[in-house]
């Protein structure tokens, strides 16, 4: 079964810093970009960023560039996302997702289960 | 940044009625289109790309149709399962973005 699972709730407070996972299986983790969205609570989603763990070309949403750093380590079939100073704005849930080949780039056809990050004092 | 303006925010829609809901892009996305289905508590599902075309395992009565600029999906019959918050997404550059979402909800 493909799929990617990703790494529990967390709860941090402001300035923290913090890394949350998403690992997949049932395919080659090399050959797809695996990205990121955001939905803050009761809101829509926003895409943030995605890497191609083939060879870690990473490309940013202007809206998070500076914000976050992405990554991964095909080794383990695991991408991240990190944050070295979080604010309470960062209160939210993160999927990462599955995006296609050169013509489904940009679709997201396979998500994680999500990981809830608040941040509070 | 391209804007997705997706309409109308809430759609009120008895069972086996036909749902139709639109998606506007700021600028052409040519048919680089995706759409989402997401229910409460759960990740989102794509339901189409490419405008039209539909993901795997995804029923017939959703389609997609539109290019350019306008976009519209359309849920030929409702079943108690499609009632949901519905998301169109253009990839038609590497700065991908949402719509803010059309909940579809039980007349």
């Known amino acids: 079964e493909v799929q990617l699972v990703q790494s529990g709730a967390e709860v941090k407070k402001p300035g923290e810093s913090l890394k949350i996972s998403c690992k997949g299986s049932g395919y080659s983790f090399t050959s797809y970009w695996i990205g990121w969205v955001r939905q803050m609570p009761g809101k829509g989603l926003e895409w943030m960023g995605i890497?191609?763990?083939?060879?870690?070309?990473?490309r940013y949403s202007p809206s998070f560039q500076g914000q976050v750093t992405i990554s991964a380590d095909k080794s383990i079939s695991t991408a991240y996302l990190q944050w070295s100073s979080l604010k309470a704005s960062d209160t939210a849930m993160y999927y990462c997702a599955r995006s296609g080949s050169v013509t489904t780039l940009g679709t997201f056809d396979i998500w994680g289960q999500g990981t809830m990050v608040t941040v509070s004092s | 940044e391209i804007v997705m303006t997706q309409s109308p925010a809430t759609l009120s829609v008895s069972p086996g009625e036909r749902a139709t809901l639109s998606c506007r892009a700021s600028q052409s996305v040519s048919s680089n289109l995706a759409w989402y289905q997401q229910k409460p508590g759960q990740a989102p599902r794509l339901l189409i790309y490419?405008?039209?075309t539909r993901a795997t395992g995804i029923p017939a009565r959703f389609s997609g149709s539109g290019s350019g600029t306008e976009f519209t999906l359309t849920i030929s019959s409702l079943q108690s399962e499609d009632f949901a918050v519905y998301y169109c997404q253009q990839y038609n550059n590497w700065t991908w973005t949402f719509g803010q979402g059309t909940k579809v909800e039980i007349k």
């Open positions: 490419g405008a039209s």
């Open positions: 890497i191609y763990p083939g060879d870690s070309d990473t």
